[in-house]
């Protein structure tokens, strides 16, 4: 791809947090390279008009052959900027969920987000610049009942994010963790989760989340939780037994605590 501005590459561009993530880079100076599952043509419309370039790549990130088709597409195009977003959650009891699509999410959420930053960190680390923006989750600090194996990816990619960014201090490239809360995009919907507390009460804006996501990036910090409510749920999560975080998520994720019945 040809550009004469810094590019930015963001996965999960076709909705929510990562659309928003996507128009702040084209906002901010960047041409980017989109990825997600499905027609990002509302995304692309919404990047131009803003006076950037943007190339757009349907696949999915959950496999190699997604990876693969995404770093093609960069081809030997210098990566200024990765917001590795692509995500998705999946609710009710464990022993009740579809394994497959269980295994998706970890494939997606930790598989697919691990391969594409091997690739792309390799080669900011060898150009001596970068930044690397994840979505992770307030949600990795807590377990997540009715909602485990997502909550259990979100923890992982919390953790991972932290010693990534030790390991490439002295680098050039900075790596940093966006958190966010409960936000209003098609999340909680894709993840059968209309029927609970968390996923009918009202929700973050996801442009301001990624506003605050973007610029934590662009000044290099480490992570960036968004929203004061959250900052405090985080800071009692660290102080509070797992089993009352535990049962806290319960009621806020167990089928049937729709605050619309
Ligand atoms: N919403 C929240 O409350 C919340 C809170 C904390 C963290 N997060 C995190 O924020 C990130 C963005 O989620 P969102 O809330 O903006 O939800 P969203 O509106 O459902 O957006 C998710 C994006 O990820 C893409 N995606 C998911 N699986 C993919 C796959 N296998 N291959 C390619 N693209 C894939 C989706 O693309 P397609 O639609 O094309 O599949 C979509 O663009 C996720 O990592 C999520 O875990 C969300």
Same mark, same amino acid.
């Given at each position: 791809?040809?550009?004469?501005?810094?590019?930015?590459?963001?996965?999960?561009?076709?909705?929510?947090?990562?659309?928003?993530?996507?128009?702040?880079?084209?906002?901010?100076?960047?041409?980017?390279?989109?990825?997600?599952?499905?027609?990002?043509?509302?995304?692309?419309?919404?990047?131009?008009?803003?006076?950037?370039?943007?190339?757009?790549?349907?696949?999915?990130?959950?496999?190699?052959?997604?990876?693969?088709?995404?770093?093609?597409?960069?081809?030997?195009?210098?990566?200024?900027?990765?917001?590795?977003?692509?995500?998705?959650?999946?609710?009710?009891?464990?022993?009740?969920?579809?394994?497959?699509?269980?295994?998706?999410?970890?494939?997606?959420?930790?598989?697919?987000?691990?391969?594409?930053?091997?690739?792309?960190?390799?080669?900011?680390r060898?150009?001596g610049?970068?930044?690397?923006?994840?979505?992770?989750? =307030? +949600? &990795? $600090?807590?377990?997540?009942?009715?909602? #485990?194996?997502?909550?259990? *990816?979100? %923890?992982?990619?919390?953790?991972?994010?932290?010693?990534?960014?030790?390991?490439l201090q002295d680098t050039g490239v900075?790596?940093?963790?966006?958190?966010?809360?409960?936000?209003?995009?098609?999340?909680?919907?894709?993840?059968?989760?209309?029927?609970?507390?968390?996923?009918?009460?009202?929700?973050?804006?996801?442009?301001?989340?990624?506003?605050?996501?973007?610029?934590?990036?662009?000044?290099?910090?480490?992570?960036? =939780? +968004? &929203? $004061?409510?959250?900052?405090?749920?985080? #800071?009692?999560?660290?102080? *509070?037994? %797992?089993?009352?975080?535990?049962?806290?998520?319960?009621?806020?994720?167990?089928?049937?605590?729709?605050?619309?019945?």
């Open positions: 791809m040809e550009t004469a501005r810094p590019l930015a590459v963001v996965t999960g561009a076709s909705s929510g947090i990562g659309l928003e993530l996507a128009l702040q880079c084209a906002s901010n100076g960047f041409d980017l390279v989109i990825a997600s599952d499905r027609s990002q043509t509302e995304a692309e419309r919404e990047i131009r008009a803003r006076g950037a370039k943007v190339r757009s790549v349907i696949t999915d990130l959950g496999t190699e052959e997604g990876i693969q088709q995404l770093v093609g597409a960069i081809g030997g195009t210098r990566v200024d900027a990765l917001l590795a977003n692509a995500g998705q959650g999946l609710g009710k009891a464990f022993l009740d969920q579809d394994f497959a699509a269980l295994r998706r999410i970890v494939d997606t959420n930790i598989t697919g987000t691990l391969a594409l930053i091997h690739r792309i960190g390799r080669t900011m060898d150009q610049a970068g930044r690397i923006l994840i979505t992770g989750s =307030i +949600a &990795g $600090f807590m377990p997540g009942t009715f909602q #485990a194996v997502y909550n259990g *990816t979100k %923890a992982f990619i919390d953790s991972f994010s932290w010693a990534l960014r030790n390991e900075t790596v940093t963790c966006l958190m966010p809360g409960a936000t209003e995009t098609e999340f909680f919907k894709r993840a059968d989760m209309t029927d609970t507390k968390v996923g009918s009460q009202e929700k973050a804006d996801p442009a301001a989340v990624a506003r605050v996501g973007f610029k934590a990036m662009m000044d290099g910090e480490g992570d960036v =939780i +968004a &929203g $004061f409510k959250n900052k405090l749920m985080a #800071a009692a999560a660290h102080v *509070t037994p %797992a089993s009352v975080l535990a049962e806290q998520h319960r009621k806020m994720a167990e089928p049937g605590t729709s605050e619309r019945h």
